[in-house]
Structure formats: C-alpha cells, structure tokens
C-alpha cells in the first residue's frame, strides 16, 4: 500500500523539470507498486554541490560563475552524467537532469548511477581562452567531488571533447606524477587521441536513428522517404539527421537557437553542417529554405520530430499542432508531461529520452573500459558493441510496454527503476 506522503513529493518551490521527472517516476513506481522505502530514497538527489568561482578574463577583469554539479544516485556504481554551458542551467535542471541519467544508465544496463551539472553561462559571450580558463577552474573547484571511480562527467549542450580534454588536463595534473594517467577516464568524450574513443561523437545520433529504425521495423514501415524535422543541429541532432538521412528519410525542417528553416524537397545535412561553420553555428540564411516562425516549427508537415535541443520545448501550448506520427526524443526532458498527455491522446508515440539517447552513455562506457584497460578500440567493434545494447534495450521496453499495456516512457521508468530496486533489496540499507 503507497501512502498518500510518498505519492506526493514535488514541493512547490520545485518546478519546471524536476515537477517533470518526478511525475514521470511516480507514474511508474506506482505501476510496479516500487517499495515504499526505496521511493523515499529516489525521490531525492543523493548531492548538490553548487560552487561560485573568480577567473580572470581577457580584459584583466574577475568575473564570478556558478557551477553546479547534482548527484541523484549511485547504487549501481558511479555517478555519470553530462556538463552543460548554458544560461539555463540552475539547480532544477541539474536535479532532474541528474535524475534521468540514473533512469537512463540504469535502463542501458550499465554499472553507473546518475549525475548532472554545467556551468550558468552563454559560451558565447567568451573567447576560447576565457572559456579553458572557466572550466579548467571549474574542474579544480569541483576537486574530488568528481573521479574515474566516483563521478564521471561528459559533453552535453556546448561543451565538447575540447572541454573534456581541459578537464581531464586539469583534474591530472592536481595528482602526482607517478599517478596521473590512472585518472584519465574522471571524464568521457574526450579527443580520439587524448584517450577518447572512436565513434564516441556520433554515438548518441546514431542512437537516435537506430532506435527510430527498430520501431520503424515493428511497425513494418521503411524509413525510406519519411520526412523528419529536427530541433536543435549540435552534436545530437547533426549525427541523428546524418544517419536518418543515409537511411533514405529527408531532412525537412530545422530549428537551432537563432532561427528556424523549412525546405520541402528537402536538406542536405552535410551542406546545412557546412553552412553552419560559416554562419556562427546556426542554420539562419540556409539558401533556397523558407525562414518561418519558432512557434510554427513544431507545426509542420513530417512523419518524425526529433527534439535534440533543450528540455520543456514540447508543451500543452504547442503539443496540439504536431503533425509528426513520432517523437523521438534526442533531448533529454524535451516534453512535459502535460504535452505528453496530449500527444498520447492524439495516436502520436514517443521514443523516451532515457531509451532513445542512450548511446551516448553507452559509447562513454566503452571509453571509460578503454581507458581502465589500457586498450585502444576501434570505431567498428564501438558502433557493433553499441547496436547490441540498444537493441537489447529496445527489445526489453517495447515488449513491457506492450505485455503491461503501457507507454514506452512508463515501460523504460519501471524497467530501470527495477533493476535499482533489487539492488537496495540485495544490499539493504547502512547502517
Ligand atoms: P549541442 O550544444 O551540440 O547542440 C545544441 C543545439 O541546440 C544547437 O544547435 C543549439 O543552437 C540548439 N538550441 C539551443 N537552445 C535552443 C532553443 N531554445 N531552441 C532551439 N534550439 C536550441 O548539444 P548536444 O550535445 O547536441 O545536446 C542536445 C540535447 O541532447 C541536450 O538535451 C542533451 O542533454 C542531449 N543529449 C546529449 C548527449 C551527447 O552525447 N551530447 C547525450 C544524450 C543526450
């Protein structure tokens, strides 16, 4: 029996995306009837550590940042989880964010926990040595509060494999000599020659596509000529839209963070990718697309949206004008759940984040192996390793969804929450 205590744990000072995950949670714990106990204890980040700290610009100016860095839990092994360089960064984003990577490693089968952090900044605004000097003493101020065997951190919205490889610079050189190269893998994502793996940057694009093709196949429909619009073109939606498109479905629609273009017949993603490094990362002015909206993106014609962006963009206020038959959602939190609602109740299906852009902590589990090994690997046992999980995670889900007659996101929450459950039963609780 719940008690009504547990059922409701969203304070009303928490809003936006934890209010998001933890409904997503609740809705699933109580399909699985999860043990009372161990809700009290998923209900809550394990750490939040919040840090402001002085670096000196170009200018000779000290300009104060905040970092956070948000831990949820680690009962399946160390925390893992994304660094993100973004104004939107705050404390309920890097909870919930935190959040869902524990759902996400856990479903992948992967012995980590969940974690979420970044910096409250537009990159933007800095140069590129400003921004080395922010992270590498962003990294110093984290201090043992991250480690190879604790809490590994990766790229995510504008961070990159340079920002790993300033962090990873930055966290071995406060080791001694003797010791440094035990730490490379305090972080993944990094350079392929840095101790970055091969196919790491393609990893959860390619797992975007992958998952939308193995639902294309149960449902006996070819990718071939489906037409798919994307928001966000970075590292996830680049990579996802390359794939889709060697599958033979047309790229459509774009949206990034300055503008939005359609083009019916159809964009060519190496030429959009181009466009973009001489258009200061964004797709305005793509020749021959129509310039339309940002409240008219979500509304056009396509078989298949790709949210590769931010979190909360699909809403009650837009949810009704999609047209898609398919959400797969690149982004991690891209719908809230009354947008879900809605798109339940309109026959639209949703690949969940914790399922669809999960090669991404797959790929840096293969790096992290690589580096604790002291092995080299190669992009096609990386892209071969990577199938077989995904495709065994999307068995898993979509078989629950459909024996216990629910949504795949619902599936995806009870399986992962499962698999944390046995563990605290096996182990119980200290002291
Ligand atoms: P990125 O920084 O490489 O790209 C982000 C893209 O989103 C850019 O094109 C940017 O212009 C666009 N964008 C930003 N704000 C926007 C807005 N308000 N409206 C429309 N577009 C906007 O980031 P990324 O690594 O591709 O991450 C994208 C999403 O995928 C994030 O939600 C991230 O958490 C998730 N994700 C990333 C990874 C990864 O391996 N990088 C893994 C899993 C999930």
Known sequence: MITKDIQLPVKKSESGMVANVLEQFNKAANHIDLNPNIRRILNVTNNEIIIHFPVKMDNGNVEIFTGYRVQHNNALGPYKGGLRYHETVDIDAAKALAMWMTWKTSLAGLPYGGAKGGIKINPKLYSQSELERITRRFTYALGDNIGPEHDIPAPDVNTNAQT????????????????????????TGKPVGSGGIEGRDRSTGYGVFLTIKLWAEKRNVSLKGKRFIVQ??????????????????????????FASIYKPDGIEVKQLNAHIENHEGSVNLFPDAFAIEKDDFFGLECDILIPAALGNQITAENAHLIKAKLIAEGANGPTNVEGERILI???IEIIPDILCNSGGVIGSYFEWLQNRNGELWHMDEVILKLEKVLKESFNKVYEYANKENVDMRTAAFCLAIQRIEKAYIQRGIFP
Not at 164 to 186: C, F, G, L, N
Not at 240 to 248: V, Y
């Open 164 to 187: 790993m490889a300033w962090i990873a610079d930055t966290y071995m050189s406060t080791k001694s000599p003797a010791e440094r190269s035990r730490y490379q893998h305090v972080v």
């Open 232 to 257: 966000g073109f970075g590292n996830v939606g680049y990579w996802a839209s390359h794939f889709m498109e060697q599958e033979g479905a047309i790229l459509v629609g774009v949206q990034d963070a």
């Open 345 to 347: 109740e309109n026959g």
